[in-house]
C-alpha cells in the first residue's frame, strides 16, 4: 500500500504497532510527530515569505511561523540584523525612533530597533509549519517526499503509550536518520554548485 495519504499512514502505524484498538489515538501520534518533525525538520520547501508593515515597537509574527530567515526593510532593503532581548535593550536608549535597522524575538512578537518613525516595508523570511494533515487535508510536501519521517516519527510518539516497547531504540533511529536526510537533500539543493573564485590580477 501506497504511504501518501493520511489515511495510508493511519493504517501503516496501526499494522506496524500490531494494533487494532488505536484508531481514536493514532491521529494524536500523527499530531506529536508533526510537532517534533517542525521542531527538527528545515527543509527549504517550509521556506516562506510574508510581507508586513513596521510600524510600531512590536510586529506580529505570521501564525504558522518556526523560525526566522530574514527580515529587511524597506528604508535601505537590507537585513536586519538580529539582536539577543539583552543587547537591544541596552542599545534602546541611545535612539528612541528612526528607520529599523535590527531585531529580536519578544514574547512571540517582532521586536524592533529603533522604533520606526514611520511606516516601513518588511518582507519576513522565515520557515513556516509544515502544513497538518488531517481528514480534509490529506496529504503534504513532507508526507510525498519523506513518509519515512511521519511514520517513524508517530511510531516513536507511540512509545509513552505503549510503555515498554522494545523497538523504540530502532523507531527513534530510523527517524533520526530520514530528519538528517531530509535537512542534508535540503542544503545540498540550496548551496550546491559551482565554487566561488577569486580572481587575482596577473
Do not use: C
Request: charged residues 20%; glycine residues 4%; hydrophobic residues 40%.
Amino acid at each position: 500500500m501506497a504511504l501518501d495519504t493520511y489515511s495510508a499512514l493511519q493504517t501503516s502505524i496501526a499494522g506496524f504497532l500490531n494494533r487494532d484498538d488505536l484508531t481514536a489515538t493514532i491521529p494524536d501520534f500523527i499530531t506529536l510527530a508533526e510537532a517534533q518533525l517542525n521542531r527538527d525538520v528545515r527543509h527549504w520547501r517550509m521556506e516562506t515569505r510574508a510581507t508586513t508593515d513596521l510600524d510600531g515597537r512590536y510586529v506580529a509574527l505570521p501564525s504558522d511561523w518556526v523560525e526566522t530567515i530574514r527580515l529587511t526593510a524597506s528604508a535601505n532593503y537590507r537585513a536586519l540584523t538580529l539582536y539577543s532581548v539583552d543587547q537591544l535593550e541596552r542599545l534602546r536608549p541611545n535612539a528612541s525612533s528612526g528607520a529599523p535597522q535590527a531585531y529580536t524575538h519578544t514574547a512571540g512578537a517582532l521586536e524592533l530597533f529603533p522604533t520606526p518613525d514611520s511606516t516601513y516595508e518588511g518582507e519576513l523570511l522565515y520557515y513556516a509549519k509544515i502544513p497538518a494533515l488531517s481528514d480534509s487535508a490529506t496529504s503534504n510536501w513532507l508526507l510525498a517526499d519523506s513518509p519515512d519521517a511521519y511514520l517513524y516519527g508517530a511510531l516513536l510518539q507511540s512509545a509513552p503509550y505503549l510503555q515498554d516497547d522494545a523497538r523504540v531504540a530502532v523507531w527513534a533511529a530510523l527517524y533520526s536518520a530520514a530528519v538528517t536526510r531530509l535537512n542534508d537533500v535540503s542544503n545540498a539543493a540550496k548551496w550546491s554548485g559551482t565554487s566561488l573564485r577569486i580572481r587575482t590580477p596577473r
